[in-house]
């Protein structure tokens, strides 16, 4: 039997019934390929370069996390700067929760939370976050049916330790100074 979140036993009983489809095409035609019955994930795209912003721009990033995060180049250097003090794990989990936000698919939903909840949240995570108790039952209870605002209060919790303390530091650091140059 499969475990894990509510939507998941519903999911696995489709991939065994896609499984035996496959299987049974792939008992038809002999020259088939094990794709038919592993599909492979596609290749990510890309995103497009970040464009380097203005000093002007880097500049409201002082006062705005929000305008840090929401700028690609912003968000890269952030996150260089992060990985620079071993602390990356927050600004990861914020751009999860915000992929995990855009996702519409139930199934594909159910997914990216267990992984989430896997890498950030549980005990002993590999990028455990930082978040009380009260906040990790709360989104552990959210994660039963799991829906866009899952993640909502951690990742409130995560946005206000980084706006508190990450974002000072980086400010005074290096790689901004090199930006608003």
């Known amino acids: 039997m499969c475990k894990g ?10 991939r065994a019934k896609e499984i035996k489809t496959k299987l049974g095409t792939l008992l038809q035609k002999p020259d088939s390929t094990i794709d038919l019955i592993i599909p492979y994930p596609e290749k990510p795209e890309k995103p497009p370069k970040a464009q380097k912003p203005s000093p002007e721009e880097a500049l409201q990033w002082r006062d705005s996390l929000e305008k840090l995060l929401q700028n690609p180049y912003g968000l890269a250097s952030f996150c260089s700067f992060l990985r620079s ?4 794990e927050n600004a ?4 999860a929760c915000e992929d995990y936000k855009k996702t519409k698919s139930p199934v594909k939903m159910a997914e990216k939370a267990k992984k989430i909840y896997e890498e950030f949240i549980q005990t002993e995570a590999p990028k455990e976050v930082n978040i009380d108790h009260f906040t990790k039952a709360v989104t552990m209870k959210n994660l039963v049916e799991p829906s866009p605002t899952s993640f909502d209060m951690a990742q409130k ?4 330790l980084m ?9 005074r650091s290096e790689f901004y100074h090199e930006l608003i140059k």
Not at 5 to 12: N, Q, S, V
Not at 163 to 171: A, C, G, I, N, T
């Open 5 to 14: 979140l509510a939507a998941l036993p519903h999911t696995c009983l489709e």
């Open 85 to 88: 003090e071993f602390s990356e």
């Open 92 to 95: 990861e989990f914020w751009v």
């Open 157 to 160: 919790r995560i946005f206000a």
């Open 163 to 171: 706006e508190k303390d990450s974002l000072p530091r980086f400010v």
